[in-house]
């Protein structure tokens, strides 16, 4: 028998326009808008009407995707839909863990916020970039990025797709030697190096933060993107260390597939874990939900063919 798992949405999938119609029909989905409106003022106008330039800064995207990707699966869980798993991607690993019961909805949004603040310091402090690097492999990336003082390979996507955090310097350089190595490179629409060395001080503030922050043993396996594997006893920890650590998608996915899952289901804005779960597997059933008629539509599909 096959399981589900929601997968998180990370950054740089955020639009304006995200989640307003899962508020507008979900009462579960309203209810996280409506706890991080109390929190927060003005988060979910920014995310149903604020401008992209609004939206692309850090301070704003983690705060506003958090609440979208946990109002999708919300909505899914009123429906009768719960997972066997979950994961998420960077900042979606957040909400993956409140949605798991690992922090109260108010606690997860007061952190994703905190965190949010922490790595846009970080990144104005060291000024830096990402750029997913297509069609090279992974061991040419990592001769790449030595070429240059500061560049790091930090998210390893699936096969022919890493990416790499770059100082806004040598930027333009490292996509110069991506082409002439055959390569294409994709600047992101990020606004720092994360999941790299210039994150180091904001782990540090993270971790510091979780110390005054309650986190439970989540109710069901959460997998990590620092080593692929599902949290285990030293939780704050790892999330802190997820900051200037890389990703590491395609071994979550492929350990996730090892455990069982046949089914997952990206919540939140965008379809890109969506494209990189299909690279990674064609033997998985993939749904996308950001919407109320696609929660809908899932919900029928996961009742008509269970896995």
Same mark, same amino acid.
């Given at each position: 028998?096959?399981?589900?798992? *929601?997968?998180? =949405?990370?950054?740089? !999938?955020?639009?304006? $326009? ?10 579960? /989905? ?5 706890? &991080? ?9 920014? #995310?149903?009407?604020? !401008?992209?330039? @609004? ?8 705060? #506003? ?26 900042? $979606?690993?957040?909400? &993956? ?6 922090? =109260? !909805? ?10 949010? /603040? *922490? ?53 333009? /350089? *490292? #996509? ?6 055959? $390569? ?6 990020? =606004?720092?190096?994360?999941? =790299? ?40 920890? !790892? ?18 597939? &090892? ?33 109320? /008629? @696609? ?13």
């Amino acid at each position: 028998m096959g399981k589900i798992a *929601f997968v998180f =949405s990370g950054q740089g !999938t955020q639009y304006s $326009g995200m989640g307003k119609d899962l508020s507008d029909n979900s009462p579960a /989905a309203k209810e996280v808008f409506d706890r &991080a409106d109390a929190l927060r003022p003005g988060t979910s106008a920014q #995310c149903f009407g604020g !401008t992209q330039e @609004e939206l692309n800064q850090t301070i704003n995207t983690q705060p #506003c995707v958090f609440c979208v990707d946990l109002a999708a699966a919300q909505c899914l869980k009123a429906g009768g839909i719960v997972p066997d798993a979950v994961a998420g991607f960077s900042l $979606g690993e957040v909400a &993956a863990l409140t949605f798991a019961g690992a922090f =109260s !909805t108010d606690a997860g949004f007061r952190l994703v916020c905190r965190r949010a /603040a *922490f790595m846009q310091d970080a990144a104005e402090k060291q000024p830096s970039g990402m750029a997913a690097v297509l069609k090279l492999s992974v061991e040419t990336v990592q001769e790449l990025c030595e070429k240059h003082e500061s560049a790091y390979p930090v998210n390893y996507n699936c096969k022919g797709q890493t990416v790499a955090a770059i100082s806004k310097n040598d930027l333009d /350089a *490292f #996509c110069r030697d991506v082409q002439e190595a055959g $390569g294409r490179a994709v600047p992101l629409a990020v =606004s720092g190096g994360f999941h =790299s060395p210039f994150m180091n001080e904001a782990a540090e503030k993270l971790l510091a933060e979780l110390e005054t922050t309650e986190m439970l043993s989540p109710t069901l396996p959460v997998y990590s993107n620092v080593d692929a594997k599902p949290y285990g006893e030293n939780g704050k920890v !790892t999330l802190s260390e997820q900051i200037n650590h890389p990703v590491y998608w395609q071994k979550s996915v492929e350990n996730m597939i &090892a455990d069982g899952i046949d089914t997952f289901v990206e919540v939140g804005p965008g379809k890109t874990l969506c494209g990189l779960i299909k690279k990674i597997s064609s033997q998985v059933r993939i749904l996308h939900v950001e919407n109320f /008629a @696609e929660a809908q539509a899932a919900v029928e599909e996961l009742r008509r063919n269970p896995c």
